[in-house]
């Protein structure tokens, strides 16, 4: 029998998008732990333990995968990845990024590939099937 992935990562401002993409992740059963940020701050924070995660004392795991929006306040997506590859190898591992966004500009797609040709550009709504492409194009030994 396959893994599942130890942890998925949300990050979007939208409650309403969290909601729907977790109840999502939860019905395929990959993981057992789905956690949400808000911006790219919070996940640049929850990633290093740091900020009002470390404050808590909380110890989170690392997410397999990360589903990022592009557009958020206090730091967007692409600020994220900018500060995301600034981060030491041991705390970026063997995570896989997707950006899942309401864009329809081409140029971001572009730009996420200029980025990385590892980073995945979805468009939302997340729904069953492109969360098991996602899986079945990342994560074959898993779930």
Known sequence: MKQKLNCILLIDDD???NYINKKIIEKANITDKVDVVL????????LTNTGSYEERGDNFP??????????????????????YHKLSENQK???????????QNPDDKLRAHNIS?????KNKPLTIE???EIIATHFSDYV
């Open 62 to 83: 690392q997410p397999m995968l990360i589903f990022l929006d592009i557009n958020m306040p206090v730091m967007d997506g692409w600020e994220f990845l900018q500060e």
């Open 117 to 121: 040709s590892k980073l995945g550009f």
């Open 130 to 132: 492109l969360l098991n």
């Open 39 to 46: 911006n790219g701050k919070e996940a640049i924070e929850y």
């Open 93 to 103: 591992a063997h995570i896989v990024i997707v950006m899942l966004t309401s864009s």
């Open 15 to 17: 409650v309403a998008s």
